[in-house]
C-alpha cells in the first residue's frame, strides 16, 4: 500500500523526464551512504522497483540493520533504465526515512543499555507511515507498542474524566476488552498512581513524573504492575530515566521528529538494447 500510494503520487500518468531515454535501454546503478546510520527499509526500497520492473536485480551488500558507513555502496540495481529512474526518488525516500527512524531508536536503546528499560513507540508517526516505522523501530532494537486504536486500550485523562473516575474506567474495560488485549492506564501524580494500583492496573504509563517522583513510583509499585515513562524524554534525558527502574520508556520523537539519512542513487553503465542490430 505504502509503495502504490507513493508511486501514483509521483508518476501520475507517467515519467516525462525519463521519456528522454530510449524505452528499451537496461542499465545499472548503485546506492552511496553519506554518513554512518542503521540500514532499513530495504523491501519498500526494492518493491519500488519491482513494481516498474518485475526482472530488475538488486544485490545489497549490507544486511537490514546494519551500520553503513559512509561512502559504503549499500548495494546495485540492474534493470530497465526508465524503471530505474521513474522509480529512485521513492525508493530512496523510503529507504532514507526509514533508516533515519531505526538510527535514532539505536541511538536511544544503546544510550539505556545495561538497564531493564525497554525502549517503546508510540501512534506518533508519520501519516501513512505507521507499519513501515514500527517496523524501523524494531530494527534499530526497540519494541512496539499498539499499532492503533483498534488492538490496545489505553486509559488518558480525557477517559478518565468522561467516565467518573479511574477505579470506575478501569473496572469497565476490565469487563469489555476482549482477552489477550492490553489495557493501560496514564497517570499524572503519585495520588493517581496509587489509586490505580488498587483499582487493579497492570500496565501504568507515568505523564511527566520527575526523576524523583519515578523512582518513589517504582518504589510503591515494587513489582506489582509495569511502569512506563513517558513525556519529554530526550537522548541527554533517557538514561537517568531509565535507571529510576522503570520497565518501559516511550518516546514519541522516534517516529515523528525523523531526519531522513543522505543516500545518492548514481547510474553505473548502461547497455541500449535498441542500438544492437536485429539479425
Sequence with gaps: MN??????????NGDLTAQLIPPMQTASASVIARQEAVLCGTLWFEEC???LDPNCKIHWALPEGG???????????????????????????????LSGTATLVRRYVEAVAGTKAKIMDTRKTLPGLRMAQKHAVLV???HNQRIGLFDGVLIKENHITAAGS???????????TPAGVSI???VEDLAQLFEAISAGAKLILLDNFSLVDMRLAVAHAAGRVELEASGGITLETVRMVA????????????TKDVTAIDLSMRFTSQYNLEAIPAR
Design 166 to 176: 479511574i477505579g470506575l474506567v478501569l473496572e469497565k474495560a476490565f469487563r469489555i
Design 67 to 97: 551500520t553503513m558507513l559512509p561512502g559504503q555502496q549499500l548495494c546495485e540495481i540492474e534493470g530497465n533504465a526508465h524503471a530505474l529512474l521513474s522509480a529512485e526518488r521513492c525508493a530512496l525516500n523510503f529507504l532514507q526515512t
Design 184 to 186: 493501560q492506564i496514564e
Design 243 to 254: 535507571e529510576t527502574g522503570v520497565d518501559r520508556i516511550s518516546v514519541g520523537a522516534l
Design 140 to 142: 534499530g532494537g526497540g
Design 3 to 12: 509503495v502504490s500510494a507513493a508511486l501514483d503520487e509521483d508518476l501520475r
Design 49 to 51: 522497483f519491482f513494481r
